[in-house]
């Protein structure tokens, strides 16, 4: 019954590759996020979808593309990796109404690019 | 959008108090305060949030002055279990979070 689950929890790959990350949330939030945490340990949010829809989309490379299916469903699909990718890949999501500022974050997704 | 200050980390006794304090001058009148925890290799979960003077819950108390220009995270008892990193953040529900550098809690036996 885990709220937030994302797949794969670690994922080791090479340079130039293709890589997806998959994120699924069974609270009936309608508002999904990517957050990038890196080896100094700052999170920083990637993108918010709300109802498929996205809401913020953050200075990131446009080889990042998230897709969402449905508001329980964002995706996160990478292309032509790179060394710099490397990094703990979290997923979240929050309900409108809810306190502000309230995200329910996943175990992350840990990339290691080779 | 507001930036906080919080220490890099702190160190603590089973079963003293802890208490962390957030900087965040220039906190808008819309924004809200909260704290998040994080343990290695999980993701942040969320401990409390506040919008002024105090607010407790079975995990933590928030404390807030009446400026709100700071923050005060308080953890009473504190366990082996409470090692972890913690963060504070300041916004509104229409803001992105940003998450700083948090401050890092190792509680010894």
């Not at chain 1, 885990?2 to 929890?9: E, F, G, L, M, R």
């Not at chain 1, 990094?87 to 690019?113: H, K, M, N």
Request: aromatic share 12%; net charge neutral; glycine share 6%.
């Amino acid at each position: 019954d885990t709220a937030v689950s994302q797949t794969p929890k670690y994922l080791v790959t090479q340079m130039g590759n293709d890589k997806s990350i998959k994120c699924e949330q069974n609270l009936g939030h309608d508002t999904m996020y990517w957050y990038k945490q890196d080896s100094k340990k700052f999170l920083k949010i990637m993108f918010s979808y709300n109802n498929k829809e996205l809401i913020i989309n953050e200075t990131v490379p446009n080889r990042f593309s998230p897709k969402s299916p449905d508001k329980a469903h964002l995706n996160l699909h990478i292309n032509s990796l790179e060394l710099g990718d490397s990094a703990v890949y979290f997923c979240a999501s929050s309900r409108s109404g809810g306190a502000p500022g309230e995200l329910f974050f996943g175990e992350g997704s840990r990339l290691t690019v080779l | 959008l507001a930036k906080t200050t919080q220490p890099i980390s702190m160190d603590s006794y089973e079963g003293q108090e802890v208490n962390i304090t957030c900087s965040h001058n220039n906190i808008a009148t819309n924004d809200y305060i909260t704290w998040y925890q994080q343990f290695p290799s999980q993701g942040p979960r969320f401990i409390i949030q506040g919008y002024k003077t105090k607010v407790t819950n079975e995990v933590a108390s928030l404390f807030i002055p009446a400026d709100r220009k700071s923050s005060t995270l308080s953890l009473p008892r504190v366990s082996l279990s409470d090692t972890a990193v913690y963060y504070c953040l300041v916004g509104d529900y229409t803001d992105k979070l940003i998450f700083g550098t948090g401050t890092r809690l190792q509680v010894f036996p």
